[in-house]
């Protein structure tokens, strides 16, 4: 497989104008991880803001990683392990302070559960609660309040007063720390050397994966370090001018599944049953029915898939011989790769009938063998046919499985 690591911008990128992940772009992301590929979260927010959307795409369960506070803070999100964290240097937070009320500016910040700010009717502090669901704390002066080392401050402001902050800072203040535009109207102050191409790039040595094995969506200012460093960067069509113009690629918007449609286009399209990793695949779905029944498979082509199964104490019934619903589990697992592999990339596999003839049984001990090979491929459904056997080469059951193909929404 070309890709192995896939990092997303949040905001803008993987959720829609209403903050949301669309069915067609959640079901694409749930795809390329059970084919192997590991997701990277990667976003100015607060890791407690990220976490939310990290579990609706399953990181945990897949393994993945949350690239929080544009670069300041990386955590494997199934182990949660810390990978690495920069903070700001406390003796630059009274010039940070100063210089922000000076400018008439909204300064936000943040503790380990809540966003800090003097306001908590201003409209950008409402704005960062709403999108990181994270309750606003009030203080009487955030540089009392922030009497810690955090990860970063943050300005909010009109557009035009932010960017000529941001340039004048950026020569100011070069060398001591990173100051950048994550949105028109909020000016990122974070520690130096913090970005999400700095912070990629641990990354990816920390797990060992390639640059040019790396594929980065986005859509804003801070997003462009990243793009510089993998090997496909896409913009999506309602991003920055500027990193459209120095992207490999743009896809659809983000109320467009613009997501999604890259990652058809530049993984799912491309993968061919011969490099469908299968050490991954059965790894990756250990904590699944088919993990707990000890099932792995074995073999994957077009019209054909194999896997084994052992009769043990998860298999079989009381008196020692294989369970018939265990059978029948081990069929569909074999029916429901074998369609995920040949449906497109814009359709999804849905388990519609199971039926099974039982043989002859199988006893404790043993391994038994499933071989599915496909008997229709219609548009809109499969039917395949799958025979388990012994290790012995006896038939113990044949196994009819009929699965839907439907199109993304």
Same mark, same amino acid.
């Given at each position: 497989?070309?890709?192995?690591?896939?990092v997303?911008?949040? *905001?803008?990128t993987?959720?829609? *104008?209403?903050?949301?992940?669309?069915?067609?772009?959640?079901?694409?992301?749930?795809?390329?991880?059970?084919?192997?590929?590991?997701?990277?979260?990667?976003?100015?927010?607060?890791?407690? @803001?990220?976490?939310?959307l990290?579990?609706?795409?399953?990181?945990?369960?897949?393994? @993945?990683?949350i690239?929080?506070?544009? @670069?300041?803070?990386?955590?494997?999100?199934k182990?949660?392990?810390?990978?690495?964290?920069?903070?700001?240097?406390?003796?630059?937070?009274p010039?940070?302070?100063?210089?922000?009320?000076?400018n008439?500016?909204?300064?936000?910040?943040y503790?380990?559960?809540s966003i800090?700010?003097?306001?908590?009717n201003?409209t950008?502090?409402?704005?960062?609660?709403s999108?990181?669901?994270m309750?606003?704390?009030?203080?009487?002066?955030?540089?009392?309040?922030v009497?810690?080392?955090?990860?970063?401050?943050?300005?909010a402001?009109?557009?035009?007063q932010?960017l000529?902050?941001?340039?004048r800072?950026?020569k100011?203040l070069?060398?001591? /720390?990173?100051?950048?535009?994550s949105?028109p109207?909020?000016?990122?102050?974070?520690?130096?050397?913090?970005?999400?191409?700095?912070a990629?790039n641990?990354l990816?040595?920390?797990?060992?994966?390639?640059?040019?094995?790396?594929?980065?969506?986005? *859509?804003?200012?801070?997003?462009?370090?990243m /793009?510089?460093?993998?090997?496909k960067?896409?913009?999506m069509?309602?991003?920055?001018e500027?990193?459209?113009?120095?992207?490999?690629?743009?896809?659809?918007s983000?109320?467009?599944?613009?997501?999604?449609?890259?990652?058809?286009?530049?993984?799912?399209?491309?993968?061919?049953?011969?490099?469908?990793?299968?050490?991954?695949?059965?790894?990756?779905?250990?904590?699944?029915?088919?993990?707990?029944?000890?099932?792995?498979?074995?073999?994957?082509?077009?019209d054909?898939?194999?896997?084994?199964?052992?009769?043990?104490e998860?298999?079989?019934?009381p008196?020692?011989?294989?369970?018939?619903?265990?059978?029948?589990a081990?069929g569909e697992?074999?029916?429901?790769?074998g369609s995920m592999?040949?449906?497109a990339?814009?359709e999804?596999?849905?388990g519609?009938?199971?039926?099974?003839?039982h043989?002859?049984?199988?006893?404790?001990?043993?391994?038994?063998?499933?071989v599915?090979?496909?008997?229709?491929?219609?548009?809109?459904?499969?039917?395949w046919?799958?025979?388990?056997?012994?290790s012995? @080469?006896?038939?113990?059951?044949t196994i009819?499985?009929?699965?839907?193909?439907l199109?993304?929404?």
């Amino acid at each position: 497989m070309k890709y192995k690591l896939l990092v997303l911008d949040v *905001d803008g990128t993987l959720t829609n *104008d209403q903050k949301e992940i669309t069915p067609r772009t959640r079901n694409a992301l749930l795809k390329v991880q059970q084919m192997g590929v590991q997701i990277v979260l990667a976003s100015g927010r607060p890791t407690q @803001g990220i976490i939310p959307l990290a579990e609706a795409l399953e990181l945990h369960h897949y393994g @993945g990683y949350i690239m929080a506070f544009n @670069g300041g803070r990386i955590e494997n999100f199934k182990t949660g392990e810390l990978l690495f964290r920069k903070k700001l240097d406390l003796q630059l937070l009274p010039y940070l302070y100063r210089e922000g009320k000076r400018n008439g500016f909204s300064i936000i910040s943040y503790d380990a559960h809540s966003i800090l700010t003097e306001d908590p009717n201003d409209t950008y502090a409402l704005m960062e609660a709403s999108i990181n669901k994270m309750p606003i704390r009030q203080v009487d002066n955030l540089l009392d309040a922030v009497n810690y080392e955090p990860y970063k401050f943050m300005y909010a402001g009109e557009p035009e007063q932010i960017l000529e902050t941001e340039q004048r800072f950026q020569k100011h203040l070069a060398g001591v /720390m990173e100051v950048y535009r994550s949105e028109p109207f909020y000016l990122e102050l974070v520690p130096q050397h913090v970005d999400k191409g700095n912070a990629l790039n641990i990354l990816l040595e920390m797990i060992d994966v390639k640059a040019e094995e790396t594929i980065v969506i986005g *859509d804003g200012f801070a997003d462009l370090t990243m /793009m510089e460093v993998a090997g496909k960067g896409i913009a999506m069509s309602n991003a920055q001018e500027s990193l459209k113009l120095c992207a490999d690629d743009v896809t659809a918007s983000n109320n467009e599944d613009g997501v999604a449609l890259a990652v058809e286009k530049y993984i799912l399209s491309p993968i061919r049953t011969s490099k469908i990793p299968l050490e991954q695949l059965n790894a990756r779905t250990r904590h699944a029915l088919m993990g707990n029944l000890g099932i792995q498979y074995t073999y994957v082509s077009e019209d054909r898939v194999e896997a084994t199964m052992p009769v043990d104490e998860r298999t079989r019934q009381p008196f020692g011989i294989l369970h018939g619903g265990a059978t029948l589990a081990l069929g569909e697992t074999v029916a429901g790769l074998g369609s995920m592999v040949l449906c497109a990339a814009d359709e999804i596999v849905v388990g519609m009938q199971v039926s099974g003839n039982h043989v002859s049984s199988a006893h404790e001990g043993d391994t038994v063998r499933a071989v599915g090979t496909i008997i229709h491929k219609g548009h809109t459904s499969h039917v395949w046919n799958v025979d388990v056997f012994t290790s012995t @080469g006896k038939l113990v059951s044949t196994i009819r499985v009929i699965n839907s193909i439907l199109k993304k929404r």
